[in-house]
């Protein structure tokens, strides 16, 4: 019994890279492990028989530094706390055992190596010296990323069961100093917040109990700055993230020690998880990095380990979509739709996303209260059905994507009418109900409920091969603690078998639909994490599509997921969420920061907006493969509150870059500061053009040149407002610029 089964979705070819595992003998027992990446070290202290200790996680280390490290006054830590000796500190993992025993007194009994897909792993098997109790401490590289995975599995060898009270995946102690944590915060439609802090004496902790979703509030991942106040392209910065998918824990301990001690795994409350002879448990992987480059250094190490390893379809180009919901919302009809294809189509679109709505015989689905669960094609708004619509978009040369919610059931359906025995709920209770007044959980904990989650999507696309593209919505939390699944003595394992359950589903949807682009949306950006990001393309940033709030949420996104996965577009205004009224010009340059994408009724629009979303559409064409893959400098925080933000994609071979600037204040005769730019060979020559252009004249260095080594000493000054007619003025300003090698 696994707790994730990571899916390989795809082979990957590696870069050659230098990544190396390497064990140092010190004696007949004792070795030092080295688990290396081409810019970091992680050094270990294992003593078969004995204990494992931590020595140091940091830059790259040579064999002869690594032979200093125990000369130089570095303290030896527990590389993996167990709770029972000395219990006053905080411990990684805790067990019971059946004879009521709650210590874990673990010594290293195997030190290995092995390969798979091309990554290495080192595995540090551990022992309890009086029961048969085996944890084994996994670390994972791959060649040419410097990001090492860790985690556990745990395997009862005793007779009786053993149950698990504490599984983090993985610690990390870290020197105390002048330590700052950076942390992601947030609500609906006000995702992914940033808060930087210093980290004092006492305990800090992050933590997730929605059960369904776990990044409206927090999220997993966390950026941790040693030289003080965290910079964007300078300082040391360890990253780390949690890839999970459900409730999380992480831990950040500053003892009577020189140390924090920072713990991240799944949230152990009511998740007691207990495992018979035999049976083994393992945590989700935690993911680290390291960079002397500052956060957005920590980030384009996790960007590109996420790319390459842990993201659907992570290196393809992201197609430009029109989505329904802000355009409709409910009201789906075919004449409305085959509309909206036809206008995303003549503004250079590639795909049509038809959002909720769509569906309901019995119970047809015209607002949040019903239907869901009944996924049958509502025929009085699409008599032609779902393939009208798809022979529709081929008719006008796009494809077609779909919106579902399969894990959730209202009351009002035929489904819970059939079976109301699928959904989550305690014992004799009521079921709790949320949105719409009548939405429940359906209990992935059950085989039977993973199969009809798994026949929503295998039926669709079984029936319709031709749909390109899924919009997987998830709306509610877990509201009350029960399965009806699950026996009385196993409801503890809830919350953890939900998300094996899912993993399960998700394993079987991508061995038979490999190539079908899934957006994982939950009320948001409810489901920005590694945990289902290997069978997810894209998330879902927010509902709020407000572009000036939008720059402080995808702020927050990119500290750990590339651009290729944020989901941006372009909506209308006043804008739905904030009535806030941006004009067009401002909305398209931040939705072009991420995968774009349009969240609107085109037939509202005037002649004008089309042309320019046209000619926007056409542009970002030209700069999508910079910006959906290139290498993030983030320039100028809109939270250091300097009356602007900036940042910049750099193509790897930095031959292009795409340069971003929007000012988020508005004052006469204010002043904002010059931005210099990052990451551009300072030998090359770059010529400048300005993409989605209104000015009357362009800008005084439109098709200029200029050394890389000049744009990055000095920058280009940006005008505070745009030269439009008088009466096309207003507040905002922003700019997109394309820099092109010679």
Known sequence: ?????????????????????????????????????????????GEKGGSLDFLYYGAALSPSEIGQLKNSGFKPLSAFPFYGNYPEHESAMAATHADGNMTLDMAVEDISRSSSDGAEITTVTMRDKAYPLTVKLNYKTYPGED???????????????????????????????????????????????????????????????????????????????LDGKPEENKGRVIGAALAYSGNYKLRFDTDESDYHHFFAGINEENSAYTLRKGESFVTPPLALTFSDEGLSGASRNFHKWGRNHMIAHGNEPRKVLLNSWEGVYFDINEQGM?????????????????????????????????????????????????????????????????????????????????????????????PMMGRGGTQMVLDLANPKVQDIVFEVVDTLLTKYPAIDYIK????????????????????????????????????????KYPDVTIQACASGGGRANYGVLPWFDEIWVSDNTDALQRIYMQWGTSYFF??????????????????????????????????????????????????LCKKAISEYKEIRNVVQHGDIYRLLSPYDKKGAASLMMVAPDKDEAVFYWWKTESFVNQHLPRIRMAGLDPD????????????????????????????????????????????????????VLRLRAK
């Open 147 to 225: 990001v090492i995975e860790t985690w556990t599995e745990t395997i009862n060898g005793e007779n009786k069961p053993v149950t698990l009270t504490q599984f983090s995946s993985g610690y990390l102690p870290i020197r105390y100093g002048d330590v700052w944590l950076s942390s992601l915060y947030g609500a609906w439609a006000n995702e992914a917040k940033v808060e930087t802090e210093p980290l004092t004496r006492g305990m800090k902790i992050i933590k997730n109990k929605d059960g369904v979703r776990n990044s409206h509030t927090a999220h997993g991942e966390v950026m941790i700055s």
């Open 562 to 611: 590339p651009p290729v996965v944020m989901a941006s577009h372009i909506s209308a205004a006043p804008n739905h969420q904030t009535f806030r009224t941006i004009p067009l010009k401002y909305r398209i340059d931040v939705a072009m920061s991420g995968r774009l994408g349009m969240e609107i009724q085109p037939k509202n629009m005037t002649e004008e907006e089309i042309a």
């Open 684 to 735: 090359k020559t770059y010529t400048v053009t300005e993409l989605n252009r209104i000015d009357n004249q362009p800008l005084p260095y439109e098709g200029k040149s200029f050394s890389g080594r000049f744009l990055m000493d000095n920058g280009l000054e940006m005008p505070l407002d745009h030269n439009v007619d008088y009466h096309k003025r207003n507040d905002y300003a922003s700019r």
């Open 338 to 430: 085959e509309q909206m294809m036809k206008d995303i189509a003549s503004m250079g679109g590639e795909l049509f996303v038809m959002d909720d709505g769509w569906f309901g015989d019995k119970y047809p689905r015209n607002n949040d209260s019903t239907s869901l669960g009944d996924w049958v094609v509502d025929k009085n708004k699409l008599p032609n059905g779902i393939q009208g619509l798809i022979d529709a978009a081929a008719k006008n040369g796009i494809k077609f994507g779909i919106w579902i919610e399969p894990e959730m059931v209202n009351s009002v359906s035929e489904l819970y009418e059939k079976h109301p025995e699928y959904v989550l709920k305690a014992a004799k209770r009521d």
């Open 472 to 511: 997987w919505d998830a709306n509610a939390p877990i509201m009350q603690h029960g399965s009806q699944y699950l026996t009385a003595d196993n409801q503890s394992h809830l919350y953890i078998d939900y998300h094996k359950g899912f993993a399960k589903v998700l394993d079987r949807i991508r061995a």
């Open 1 to 45: 019994m696994k707790l994730l089964n990571h899916f390989p979705l795809r082979s990957t070819l590696f870069p050659a890279a230098v990544c190396l595992v390497s064990l140092y003998p010190l004696g007949a027992d004792a070795e030092i492990i080295h688990v290396s990446t081409p810019g970091t070290s992680l050094v270990l202290d």
